[in-house]
């Protein structure tokens, strides 16, 4: 899975930025829930298994979103790892590294679905869209596929799920080489009061800063 994590950075962040008003009926489907959602608080594990689906990595953290383009990502174990968008840029630390690497935020959504969740005309262009329920009919599911398979498209498929409720409950990635990537968020709470501080990105003493950098960011080591 591409590293940082674009895929999902993008996909996050585009579920915060809203859709268009038309398209097909699960276009609009999708659109009335991420409507609803104007900011987003869980817990998650995300499993990562190759493609005969054996289990490659597991790690647990926190999400924060918020619109538009907003998003603090904090993966708590096995690795540290903190990415922190805060609407022009997105920041990824790594602790055990002491880096930090800039992106700038169009530069880390290109070739993920926030480039066509944001228009509807490119969405229904560019991917099929198709609506499933769980067995147990507790939560309603979205996939998006790229009408072109040899699209530069980073993904194959991702699924998107949320509950009877409208609450964001998984996110599952499947790359071109068959590698999966399955999100599951806990203790979700939609439109939570979120404190700004929690999109800044304050650079650490002493680690290296590297990347598409903002203009009042030094291109060398942090002091």
Partial sequence: MDNPPRILVGL??????????????????????L?????????????????YGEILQTST???HLERPRKLRWQ????????VVADGGHVWVFDRDLEQVTVYRFDETVEGTPAMFL?????????????TTDSVDGSDRRFTLAPRDPDSSSLFR?????FS???????LDIVDHLEQQTRM????????PVLESALFQFDVPEGVDVIGNLPDDVPAESAP
């Fill in 12 to 33: 996050l962040i585009a579920a915060m930025g809203g859709i268009g008003g038309h398209g097909s009926e699960e276009t609009r489907e999708l659109e009335r829930l």
């Fill in 35 to 51: 409507g609803s959602m104007s900011s987003y608080r869980a817990d998650f594990e995300q499993v990562v298994a190759g493609r």
């Fill in 184 to 191: 599951s968020f806990r203790n979700g709470a939609l439109n």
């Fill in 118 to 130: 944001t228009d509807t005309a490119l969405l229904d262009e560019n991917f099929l869209v198709g």
């Fill in 61 to 63: 953290g926190t999400i």
């Fill in 157 to 161: 498929t991702v699924t998107l799920a």
């Fill in 75 to 82: 993966v708590d174990e096995p690795y540290p790892q903190l």
């Fill in 164 to 170: 009877s409720q409208g609450l964001l409950t998984g």
